[in-house]
């Protein structure tokens, strides 16, 4: 009853400074982001992610709030990357790997061996090879505030270890959903299968595929060292990884709270990249006493020659992406 007093007069004294012209002073709506994440809570990914929504919280004086859902609680990668477009997921990382169905620009990361080393990649994903994939994002709903590390990609599997492209030949591989790593597959002569990342474990232990490719420190995390114990070292694939808000949230807020997340963005960045060198080595270990059998692939120049098909077929069929591919193939 007493309440009920309370808003009555708050509702007429809301009316009573509306005929005025006048409002109660309020506080603008907290908002709170949920924030999608394939790995495990420790895992560098995870730990920028929290980084980023801990500073954004502070900084706005928790005007823009969050949580991150990691593990992959909130679907697989290509559903999240929809999501996130749609602005039902307001923020992610995502490896570009994946991105490349929704958007183009991101495909020339993914093209094997483009990046001749990590240091090459920052250069130019913080520089303008970033700036024209982050546009090509931005024009399909994601805003990108960073690009993460994802080290190199390399073979693995439960058969024998590679050294040869011959060697992949006949093997059934999981692949990121992306075409081009199904080119990139059959041009060595082997089977590519696409598949979540979530099933990749399963798939290798029941034989439903061979081998996968990946980091060291996805390789560790998910357990796939356990079920296929042959890690070659290709480093065929260097794809960054973007930590990125849907558009859609991104307009609802202010330019000043806009700002501040672009600079928490960055700032985890810098201490993901961070991590990431110390978790790799970590990860190599781990697994190597775990059994895993490494090798480091001699000659990679037959893999390179192999893929001359996938760039063809890539360039042939997005002659617009020529200058941006070349632009990263021609750096120093
Ligand atoms: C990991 C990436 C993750 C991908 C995963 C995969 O960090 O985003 O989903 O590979 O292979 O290295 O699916």
């Known amino acids: 009853m007493k309440t009920k007093n309370i808003l009555r007069s708050f509702a007429l004294g809301g009316a009573l400074l509306a005929a005025l012209g006048l409002s109660f002073p309020t506080a603008p709506e907290a ?14 990914v995870s ?10 919280a502070e900084k706005t004086g928790g005007r823009v709030t969050g949580k991150v859902f990691h593990g992959g609680v909130l679907g697989s990668q290509p559903d999240a990357i929809e999501q996130v477009r749609l602005g039902a997921i307001d923020f992610a990382v995502f490896s570009l790997g994946p991105m490349g169905q929704a958007v183009p620009e991101t495909n020339v990361v993914s093209l094997p061996f483009i990046f001749k ?19 090509g994002m931005a024009a399909k709903g994601i805003v990108p505030l960073g690009w993460y590390d994802a080290g190199a990609r390399s073979f693995y599997n439960s058969v024998k270890p590679i050294n040869t ?16 790593f199904v080119g990139m597959i059959e041009s060595m002569g082997g089977n590519a299968t696409p598949m979540a990342f979530a099933e990749v474990y399963q798939s290798l232990k029941t034989g439903v595929v061979d081998g996968a490719e990946n980091n060291p420190p996805s390789y560790e995390s998910t357990n796939h060292f356990e079920v296929a114990k042959y890690y070659s070292i290709s480093e065929h694939l260097i794809i960054p990884e973007c930590l990125c808000m849907s558009k859609k949230t991104w307009d609802g807020l202010s330019a000043e709270d806009q700002a501040v997340l672009k600079e928490a963005g960055k700032a985890s ?15 190599m270990e781990a697994v190597v006493a775990g059994g895993t059998l490494v090798n480091q692939i001699a000659d990679k120049a037959p893999f390179q020659n192999a893929m001359a098909a996938v ?17 990263i193939r021609n750096a120093d």
């Open 31 to 44: 908002k709170e982001l949920r924030g999608w994440n394939i790995h495990v809570p420790d895992y560098p």
């Open 47 to 56: 730990h920028g992610m929290e980084q980023f929504i801990a500073e954004v």
């Open 117 to 135: 080393s990590i240091d090459q990649m920052y250069r130019l994903m913080d520089g303008a090879a970033g700036e024209a994939i982050g546009e």
């Open 165 to 180: 492209p011959g060697d992949v030949g006949g093997m059934k591989v999981r692949v990121m959903n992306n075409d081009l």
């Open 269 to 283: 960045a810098l201490k993901q990249r961070e991590l990431w060198q110390a978790r790799e080595r970590k990860s």
């Open 311 to 327: 760039y063809d077929q890539f360039l042939a069929q997005n002659p617009e992406l020529t200058d941006l591919v070349n632009l």
